[in-house]
């Protein structure tokens, strides 16, 4: 039953938003941003550059806001938006190269984890090349099918597939690495 009043609320923000009415702008802001700032982190290492693409991807987000048809969540509209926002500038930084080579790992990246398993998989996540890491946030985060990934990336499907499968791989052996000395093994 509350889903329906705040559903509602985001509806009657949205459309106060479009009228250019500053305090409906600023409270979809503070609504989405912590999530948005996530998702942007998970593609950008550096905090900074992170929180200027999702300023960046709000901007869009208040810039195409007529465009939202109602159609789907709205969150899920939005974080669209800040992928695509993300993935364009990786594309400008570096243009992403994929290889069917190993990536060579430094164990320092290992040895400087921080103690939460979940920053630690973060930490793990940001050690992957930019193209792996891409596809993977891509298909196991935001849940593309590698068809998407292939179309976003203008890579073929099993470049997509065996991206991800390499990341994957390179993330279960870093992980069980980083137990193994956590818990005093060698």
Same mark, same amino acid.
């Given at each position: 039953?509350?889903?329906?009043?705040?559903?509602?609320?985001?509806?009657?923000?949205?459309?106060?938003?479009?009228?250019?009415? &500053? /305090?409906?702008?600023? @409270?979809?802001? /503070?609504?989405?941003?912590?999530?948005?700032?996530?998702?942007?982190?998970?593609?950008?290492?550096?905090?900074?550059?992170? !929180?200027?693409?999702?300023?960046?991807?709000?901007?869009?987000?208040?810039?195409?806001?007529?465009?939202?048809?109602?159609? $789907?969540?709205? /969150? $899920?509209?939005?974080? &669209?938006?800040?992928?695509?926002?993300?993935? =364009?500038?990786? &594309?400008?930084?570096?243009?992403?190269?994929?290889?069917?080579?190993?990536?060579?790992?430094?164990?320092?990246?290992?040895?400087?984890? !921080?103690?939460? /398993?979940?920053?630690?998989?973060?930490?793990?996540?940001? !050690?992957?090349?930019?193209?792996?890491?891409?596809?993977?946030?891509?298909?196991?985060?935001? $849940?593309?099918?590698?068809?998407?990934?292939?179309? @976003?990336?203008?890579?073929?499907?099993?470049? =997509?597939?065996?991206?991800?499968?390499?990341?994957?791989?390179?993330?279960?052996?870093?992980?069980?690495?980083?137990?193994?000395?956590?818990?005093?093994?060698?």
């Amino acid at each position: 039953m509350k889903i329906i009043p705040l559903h509602n609320q985001t509806n009657q923000l949205i459309a106060d938003a479009i009228k250019q009415k &500053r /305090e409906a702008q600023q @409270e979809l802001f /503070e609504l989405y941003s912590p999530k948005m700032l996530g998702v942007c982190r998970q593609y950008v290492k550096d905090l900074h550059h992170a !929180e200027d693409l999702m300023l960046s991807g709000f901007l869009k987000v208040f810039t195409h806001l007529p465009q939202f048809k109602n159609e $789907g969540s709205f /969150e $899920g509209w939005i974080r &669209r938006i800040m992928v695509n926002t993300c993935i =364009s500038y990786l &594309r400008k930084k570096n243009p992403v190269q994929l290889s069917d080579e190993e990536y060579v790992f430094h164990k320092q990246a290992i040895d400087s984890l !921080e103690t939460t /398993e979940l920053q630690d998989i973060q930490k793990l996540i940001d !050690e992957l090349p930019t193209g792996y890491k891409m596809v993977f946030n891509l298909y196991a985060i935001e $849940g593309y099918k590698h068809a998407e990934i292939a179309k @976003e990336l203008n890579i073929t499907e099993s470049t =997509s597939k065996s991206q991800l499968f390499k990341a994957r791989k390179w993330l279960q052996a870093q992980y069980v690495r980083m137990n193994k000395t956590a818990n005093g093994d060698k």
